[in-house]
């Protein structure tokens, strides 16, 4: 049977024993169905292969090459990887359009006696589905941002929010990135479709009738864009500032950006480009900082010197209301759980 979802909400809330993603793993790399299994039935290099037949020589032989790889392959997930299911068993599958590659293995299966169906539209009706949740309709939500100056544990207090049952969106932790220009991870980020299809997953389970705390980010984490419509929500929510001293938040980059700070040539790079915004004086005062290996004296400066100032004039532009301010102590874990309770108060009233 073919299947058509209306909605995000409808895939969310299937109930199908497994969802098999039969696209090649370059292609599920890059963004698939929450939940699906990768079960190629073409690899990279036989769907190139296959692709350039089909464009150099003929259509029809595309379809016969590749029909016998896609039963080969078919073949050996069934004896490899399925063998063990019962009669019940009951997937669904999809591949990039819905077509020749689900179609084929969704035949498979029912021929097999599994009660196998194939997505309409396959990948795509779900690309769009999601685009459409993050980029045209207004976002349901009552956004509250989490805010405050580089340094100030914000992503740390979110985190105990969620976990003591408060209603958050971590966009730092989805986007696999520290948010600022020292916040690459040594492994990287997920791509721009896999990073909005986590966001429309965890937004769309959320309760609009509760608030949300996320947290007061640009428009850009890293090289992932946030998408107009949670850009939107994000600029008109009101704010809750964390405010902590210097000295203690130069102590909570210390062993957060441990491995930032420990990489000299890559803070040169870095920091080089900054000279047309702080001046060369100023950056040549921070290279000096970094070839004396004084981690605690760049960290106050650059919090000094570069963070808090564009953190001034970004909150300058966007304008938000500040509805209640935290403070905070020295940031590690008992002053982190007590502002993480308070907030979550406070939430609750809202």
């Known amino acids: 049977m073919v299947i058509r979802f209306k909605s995000l909400t409808e895939i969310l809330d299937q109930d199908y024993d497994c969802v098999i993603d039969v696209r090649s793993p370059a292609e599920f790399a890059e963004d698939h169905w ?13 769907r190139a292969e296959v692709g350039t037949i ?9 379809r016969k090459v590749g029909a016998a790889k896609v039963f080969r392959n078919a073949a050996d997930h069934v004896e490899q990887r399925l063998s063990h299911h019962p009669g019940s068993w009951r997937p669904l599958v999809y591949c990039w359009r819905g077509g020749q590659r689900s179609g084929s293995f969704t035949w498979l299966l029912q021929q097999i006696g599994w009660r196998a169906d194939v997505v309409e539209g396959g990948y795509q009706s779900y690309r769009r589905l999601v685009h459409d949740y993050l980029y045209d309709a207004p976002l349901p939500h009552r956004f509250v941002a989490l805010d405050g100056y580089t340094g100030t544990a914000k992503t740390e207090i979110l985190k105990r929010v969620g976990m003591l049952g408060g209603q958050v969106l971590d966009l730092e932790g989805l986007a696999h990135h520290r948010g600022s220009l020292l916040g690459d991870y040594l492994t990287p980020q997920p791509s721009q479709k896999a990073f909005e299809s986590e966001l429309a997953g965890q937004l769309a389970r959320m309760n609009p009738d509760r608030p949300v705390l996320i947290e007061a980010e640009s428009s850009k984490i890293g090289a992932r864009i946030i998408p107009p419509q949670l850009w939107a929500g994000l600029k008109r929510a009101p704010r809750i500032k964390v405010e902590a001293k210097v000295t203690a938040r130069c102590q909570y ?22 000279r047309a915004h702080r001046s060369n004086a100023v950056v040549d005062g921070w290279f000096d900082m970094i070839a004396a290996g004084d981690k605690p004296a760049l960290t106050e400066a650059l919090m000094v010197q570069h963070y808090d100032p564009a953190y001034e004039s970004a909150r300058r532009s966007i304008g938000a209301d500040v509805i209640s301010t935290l403070q905070a102590g020295d940031l590690g874990t008992s002053d982190l759980d007590r502002i993480a309770a308070d907030l979550l108060t406070f939430l609750d009233g809202l």
């Open 54 to 62: 089909y464009v150099q020589e003929s259509p029809f032989l595309a």
């Open 253 to 274: 980059l210390l062993s957060g950006y441990e491995d930032i700070l420990s990489n000299a040539p890559m803070l040169r790079e870095r920091l080089d480009g900054l």
């Open 34 to 46: 929450p939940g699906a299994i990768n079960l190629p039935v073409l690899d990279n290099d036989e």
